[in-house]
């Protein structure tokens, strides 16, 4: 089945305690990207990649890092969380390298940090 | 950057009613605009978009427009469902197409 992956689910954690949430596709996707929701705020991109070894800010990278040494993982790093940092987070990928088309969602990964 | 405005924030309607949400954009490099709807406790989905050289597209019940001289751009739902109840979220991509800017959403109600 194509999809795209997230772990953990949820996540309770603490200030400051380093963190990585997952992001995997099976659907061979150049393109992808971390997004947080907030209440009233909609979608943020956070970072997304354009191929291997290819990645850029969106627009709030402040406090995150990632990485993408494979085409299929696309991991989010909190090395030194904070509150702010609590939110709903949603990887996603797409066929295309210019992300001209459509973004499948990953189920998302719920952060609380205290 | 870019910076999209979303409204309303809710909106209400009847069954059977026609529903319309509006989105402006303040970019006119955007060049792509991609509708997604979110269900309660489930992922966005993209249920329609649009490129720049487009006015208007349209999928069965729903509709999409572009103003790209007012840089606004909507999304029209007919005869609405009650399964058409979810947050919308409008988009813009623009640049090198690969930044993506959302507007903070339309929780739609559906009464039957």
């Known amino acids: 089945e194509a999809q795209v992956t997230q772990n953990p689910r949820y996540l309770i954690t603490v200030t400051g305690k380093k963190l990585t949430v997952t992001c995997s596709q099976n659907?061979?996707?150049?393109?992808m990207s971390w997004y947080r929701q907030d209440p009233g705020l909609g979608l943020r991109q956070i970072y997304y990649s354009m191929n291997v070894e290819v990645t850029d800010k969106g627009d709030v990278p402040e406090g995150y890092k990632v990485s993408r040494k494979e085409k299929r993982n696309f991991p989010l790093i909190l090395e030194s969380p904070s509150p702010n940092q609590t939110s709903l987070y949603f990887c996603a990928s797409s066929p295309l390298a210019r992300a001209y088309n459509e973004q499948f969602f990953g189920p998302g990964t719920r952060l609380t940090v205290l | 950057g870019e910076n999209v405005e979303q409204h309303p924030s809710t909106l209400s309607v009847q069954e059977g009613d026609s529903a319309v949400i509006k989105c402006t954009y303040s970019d006119s490099a955007s060049n792509y605009f991609p509708w997604y709807k979110q269900e309660l406790g489930k992922r966005p989905q993209l249920i329609i978009d649009?490129?720049?050289?487009?006015g208007e597209k349209k999928d069965q019940r729903i509709a999409v427009t572009l103003n790209k001289t007012a840089k606004h751009f909507s999304l029209h739902i007919t005869e609405t469902q009650p399964e058409d109840s979810a947050v919308y979220f409008c988009a813009a991509s623009w640049g090198n197409f690969n930044k993506f800017y959302f507007g903070s959403g339309t929780k739609l109600n559906v009464k039957p």
């Open positions: 659907m061979n996707h150049e393109y």
């Open positions: 649009i490129r720049s050289n487009v």
